[in-house]
């Protein structure tokens, strides 16, 4: 199967720059995968698909305001890092710029001094680890420096942080938010428990990895990115019950469909489990715990426009896709959503 094979033409003013004002008033392709058939809803709709001993599962990873500014010591020329993976003993694996100014030993200031980094080594593929030096706690300090690390297709400024967040995150370590959970609010969440839908939690966290393109012809020969994830006990419970019981998986983005894949056994019983994931779903993947996705609009030949392909079938896919662009729904990060069911 070829990386091709999953394009789509998308115009460039349907990439939504900002969140809209309500988050559970985005708009809701709910698809069948069935037959194909879609329908055009909004995502405060949701709760009409889902019934009783249901559980929803969904990925609480925080994301990091992981992107700091800063000036190269001595002389003051401008620097980026991003911090990627905590490596411990304050060491962070980061993207820099300038790369070429940032050899080992190279260090660099961010808030006045109030943070000081310094590159130890240089990876394969063009990463840093980065040591850092400062006074307190790290994950305040860096939430007084730090920004958000949008995705490369926003352009405009992020007016309020926590919107890059879901209303359930509580681990820290993301470097992009798990973009599905972003149109949930603590009063649809509280409806859906009243309703009898379970929910669960697991961690995945996000690296930029997700946004790297499908370089190859042939989508086999990718190389697909590692992530850390972890499935609690109480969450592999959660769903070998809702399995036993008749109910239905139903997963929240992406990263919460990796990971409760990923740990799976073959005959579909949850186990809990922590560790790196690099699992490609793609056409031809056979689910083994997953019934139901809800997903936002994904990129052009992408390995997550792919894992949807898996689940609904391409055929069927591009032809909600095509749909959704010719509805102008908003696609990507900050963009509407769909049901695959």
Same mark, same amino acid.
């Given at each position: 199967?070829?990386?091709?094979?999953?394009?789509?033409?998308?115009?460039? @003013?349907?990439?939504? &720059?900002?969140?809209?004002?309500?988050?559970?008033?985005? $708009?809701?392709?709910?698809?069948?995968?069935?037959?194909?058939?879609?329908?055009?809803?909004?995502?405060?709709?949701?709760?009409?698909?889902?019934?009783?001993?249901?559980?929803?599962?969904?990925?609480?990873?925080?994301?990091?305001?992981? $992107?700091?500014?800063?000036?190269? +010591?001595p002389g003051g020329g401008a620097?980026?890092?991003?911090?990627?993976?905590?490596?411990?003993?304050?060491?962070?694996?980061?993207?820099?710029?300038?790369?070429?100014?940032?050899?080992?030993?190279? $260090?660099?200031?961010?808030? #006045?001094?109030?943070?000081?980094?310094?590159?130890?080594?240089? +990876?394969? /593929? *063009?990463?840093?680890?980065?040591?850092?030096?400062?006074?307190?706690?790290?994950?305040?300090?860096? #939430?007084?420096?730090?920004?958000?690390?949008?995705?490369?297709?926003?352009? !405009?400024?992020? &007016?309020?942080?926590?919107?890059? &967040?879901?209303?359930?995150?509580? %681990?820290?370590?993301?470097?992009?938010?798990?973009?599905?959970?972003?149109?949930?609010?603590?009063?649809?969440?509280?409806?859906?428990?009243?309703? *009898?839908?379970?929910? /669960?939690?697991?961690?995945?966290?996000v690296g930029l990895g997700t946004?790297?393109?499908?370089? =190859?012809? @042939?989508?086999?020969?990718?190389?697909?990115?590692?992530?850390?994830?972890?499935?609690?006990?109480?969450?592999?419970?959660?769903?070998?019950e809702t399995k036993c019981n008749? /109910?239905? %998986? %139903?997963?929240?983005?992406?990263?919460?469909?990796?990971?409760?894949?990923?740990?799976?056994?073959? #005959?579909?019983?949850?186990?809990?489990? !922590?560790?790196?994931?690099?699992?490609?779903?793609?056409? /031809?993947?056979?689910?083994?715990? +997953?019934?139901?996705?809800?997903?936002?609009?994904?990129?052009? =030949?992408?390995?997550?426009?792919?894992?949807?392909?898996?689940? !609904? *079938?391409?055929? &069927?896919?591009?032809?909600?896709?095509?749909?959704? %662009?010719?509805?102008?729904? $908003?696609?990507?990060?900050?963009?509407?959503?769909?049901?695959?069911?």
């Amino acid at each position: 199967m070829r990386t091709k094979d999953f394009y789509f033409d998308l115009p460039e @003013e349907l990439i939504a &720059q900002t969140p809209i004002a309500q988050r559970d008033a985005s $708009r809701l392709l709910v698809l069948n995968k069935e037959n194909g058939a879609w329908e055009h809803k909004h995502f405060f709709d949701l709760p009409g698909y889902l019934r009783a001993g249901d559980c929803l599962i969904l990925n609480n990873s925080r994301v990091l305001p992981a $992107r700091l500014l800063g000036r190269r +010591l001595p002389g003051g020329g401008a620097c980026e890092v991003l911090l990627l993976i905590d490596r411990g003993e304050n060491t962070w694996e980061c993207l820099v710029r300038p790369g070429k100014k940032m050899r080992v030993g190279a $260090r660099v200031s961010f808030g #006045d001094g109030e943070l000081i980094g310094e590159v130890v080594e240089e +990876l394969p /593929g *063009g990463n840093r680890l980065v040591k850092f030096s400062y006074e307190g706690i790290f994950l305040e300090v860096l #939430d007084r420096l730090g920004k958000m690390p949008l995705p490369p297709y926003i352009k !405009a400024e992020l &007016q309020d942080r926590e919107r890059y &967040q879901t209303v359930y995150s509580k %681990v820290n370590g993301s470097a992009a938010a798990p973009t599905a959970g972003l149109h949930f609010t603590p009063e649809l969440l509280t409806q859906l428990k009243e309703m *009898g839908v379970n929910i /669960g939690y697991v961690t995945l966290h996000v690296g930029l990895g997700t946004f790297r393109p499908v370089k =190859e012809d @042939e989508i086999t020969d990718h190389e697909m990115h590692s992530e850390y994830c972890v499935i609690p006990q109480e969450t592999a419970d959660l769903i070998n019950e809702t399995k036993c019981n008749g /109910g239905r %998986v %139903v997963c929240v983005g992406t990263t919460s469909c990796r990971t409760i894949e990923s740990w799976a056994g073959e #005959d579909g019983t949850m186990r809990a489990s !922590a560790g790196w994931t690099n699992i490609f779903i793609y056409p /031809g993947y056979r689910f083994k715990v +997953l019934d139901a996705l809800v997903t936002n609009f994904h990129l052009p =030949e992408s390995t997550l426009i792919m894992l949807v392909s898996a689940l !609904a *079938g391409r055929e &069927q896919t591009l032809a909600a896709y095509e749909e959704a %662009v010719k509805e102008r729904y $908003r696609f990507f990060s900050f963009g509407d959503a769909m049901f695959i069911h």
